[in-house]
T-cell receptor, first 114, second 112 residues
Framework: DVKVTQSSRYLVKRTGEKVFLECVQDMDHENMFWYRQDPGLGLRLIYFSYDVKMKEKGDIPEGYSVSREKKERFSLILESASTNQTSMYLC?????????????FGSGTRLTVV | QKEVEQDPGPLSVPEGAIVSLNCTYSNSAFQYFMWYRQYSRKGPELLMYTYSSGNKEDGRFTAQVDKSSKYISLFIRDSQPSDSATYLCAMSEGYGNNRLAFGKGNQVVVIP
């Protein structure tokens, strides 16, 4: 069964901490995405990557960065966590040219910044 | 105007009722249409996928696309408490465009 695995289900971090969210997929997908999901706002795209070492800003990249050193792994970095970054973070992937058939999502990481 | 509009609900129905969900969109280039189901504290999972206009049925689920009206629907027949979830619509232009446009999601509660 194909999988997107997010390293943590729940995280609690302090304001100002550097936070790393990890995502690994085993489907050899080229495209990987990071979203945050908030009540009433839906899914909002933070960053995406279409190849190793490539990245593109999504709709809300401010306060975030990403790293993709290997095809299967896409990391989201909060350089200095703030309380307004408390959210559900979802990683997704799809093969190149196959987005029309949908993404595969991870189970999500619920991040609380205190 | 947002690219995809979806009434967030919540929608409460008694067990056995028909659930009707819909999304409207503004981009006439969308050709591929999806519905995702998301249980509480989980990631979305692909439920239904359709291409262009028409209907698609899978068990108790039916997806409809009306491209002329820019309107898609999901129907759940004989709803069960296990159908309680948030349902998100998503759509794509295809042709190598790797981004999906999502609706905000509609929370459904099926009451036993």
């Amino acid at each position: 069964d194909v999988k997107v695995t997010q390293s943590s289900r729940y995280l609690v971090k302090r304001t100002g901490e550097k936070v790393f969210l990890e995502c690994v997929q085993d489907m050899d997908h080229e495209n990987m995405f990071w979203y945050r999901q908030d009540p009433g706002l839906g899914l909002r795209l933070i960053y995406f990557s279409y190849d190793v070492k490539m990245k593109e800003k999504g709709d809300i990249p401010e306060g975030y960065s990403v790293s993709r050193e290997k095809k299967e792994r896409f990391s989201l970095i909060l350089e200095s966590a703030s309380t307004n970054q408390t959210s559900m973070y979802l990683c997704a992937s799809t093969a190149s040219g196959r987005a029309s058939y949908g993404y595969t999502f991870g189970s999500g990481t619920r991040l609380t910044v205190v | 105007q947002k690219e995809v509009e979806q009434d967030p609900g919540p929608l409460s129905v008694p067990e056995g009722a028909i659930v009707s969900l819909n999304c409207t969109y503004s981009n006439s280039a969308f050709q591929y249409f999806m519905w995702y189901r998301q249980y509480s504290r989980k990631g979305p999972e692909l439920l239904m996928y359709t291409y262009s206009s028409g209907n698609k049925e899978d068990g108790r689920f039916t997806a409809q696309v009306d491209k002329s009206s820019k309107y898609i629907s999901l129907f759940i027949r004989d709803s069960q408490p296990s159908d309680s979830a948030t349902y998100l619509c998503a759509m794509s232009e295809g042709y190598g465009n790797n981004r999906l446009a999502f609706g905000k999601g509609n929370q459904v509660v099926v009451i036993p």
